[in-house]
């Protein structure tokens, strides 16, 4: 099976506050001027992405990984795990809030339910997220919703491209305006609205909201989770971690020139935000460029990058 990279082909989904930065960004064909997300590493029924080279060409990582799990280092569980999107938000994002595994199993019948993090790519001066609350109790916290007392319910929190941000599930969020990001989560769709600015679809009618789901989930009283965030310097390589905790670990490489012989401890997914190189392996030579992204399956051996790039990278923590 592989001993190469495994290229992925971005599923590109069209929403309400979405735009046209995944185009003018990264180059991906949008469906719309309100694209709001590329599912760029998914395993997800609700958009799998195609394998764009090697012995599974054509075939999905959904597939791949019911049919051969020796790409994963034979990890258990009935879903890819992980869920690597770019989102580009010209508009405000709902608040929302996502259930834990257990919830999302008993209520939803779903395998996983949603931590994810966020690594901003890139953002408008002034540009802000809703990241937490500041009720103190169950009861205030229904209060204020019930009330709409929106202002001094919500917590926002000013971002700047670089800005990561660990949002385990029962934390209330949203993406604000003017903002990209690459967002790594678990292989889950469930979201739970808060608040939708009073916003009409484009049927006319007003989204749907949650809030008694909403506010089952809810971490009451917000806390901050801990980030620590570490540097690591080798040759040609500069390694930033981002985040290790139970389900994912994420890490931001700076690639400048040559690296050394990298070895995968499982299965990694990588995604290019900028530059470009090469990738080395068992004598071949494989290029990505800005808008690619690739998983370095268990099967593969040793590599080595050229270049000068800036990547994410992760794995799942399950195996």
């Known amino acids: 099976m592989y001993k190469e990279p495994m290229f992925l082909q971005p599923e590109l989904k069209e929403r309400l506050w979405g ?110 997220i809703i990241f937490g609350h500041h009720a103190k109790n169950k009861q205030e916290f229904e209060r204020m919703v019930e009330n709409g007392e929106w202002g001094n319910l919500l917590r926002t929190i000013s971002v700047q491209p670089g800005d990561f941000f660990y949002v385990p599930s029962g934390t209330i969020h949203a993406i604000g305006a003017g903002i990209q990001i690459l967002e790594t989560q678990q292989s889950s769709d469930i979201t739970y609205r808060v608040y939708d600015y009073d916003r009409v679809g484009n049927d006319g009618k007003k989204r749907e909201l949650h809030l008694e789901k909403s506010i089952e989930v809810t971490n009451i009283p917000h806390e901050d989770p801990a980030v620590d965030r570490k540097h690591t310097l080798e040759a040609g390589l500069k390694k930033e971690t981002l985040i290790e905790e139970s389900y994912f670990s994420v890490y931001h490489w700076t690639l400048d020139g040559t690296s050394k012989e990298l070895n995968a401890a499982t299965y990694q997914l990588m995604s290019v935000l900028e530059g470009e190189g090469t990738l080395e392996t068992g004598g071949e030579t494989y290029t990505f460029q800005k808008g690619d992204h690739f998983i370095i399956p268990a099967t593969m051996d040793s590599f080595t990058l050229k270049g000068q790039a800036k990547l994410t990278v992760s794995h799942s923590n399950k195996a």
Do not use: M
């Open 19 to 128: 735009g046209t930065k995944l185009k003018e960004i990264f180059g991906y064909s949008i469906p719309s001027d309100e694209t709001g997300e590329a599912w760029c590493i998914s395993g997800h029924a609700n958009g799998p992405n195609v394998i764009q080279n090697g012995p599974l060409e054509g075939r999905t990582l959904r597939e791949a990984w019911d049919e051969h799990r020796a790409l994963f280092a034979n990890e258990q569980g009935e879903e890819f795990p992980l869920l690597v999107k770019i989102l580009d938000s010209k508009k405000d994002l709902s608040v929302q809030v996502h259930p834990d595994d257990t919830y999302a199993r008993e209520v939803e019948d779903e395998n996983y339910g949603k931590t994810e993090c966020w690594y901003v790519i890139d953002c408008e001066p002034g540009a802000e």
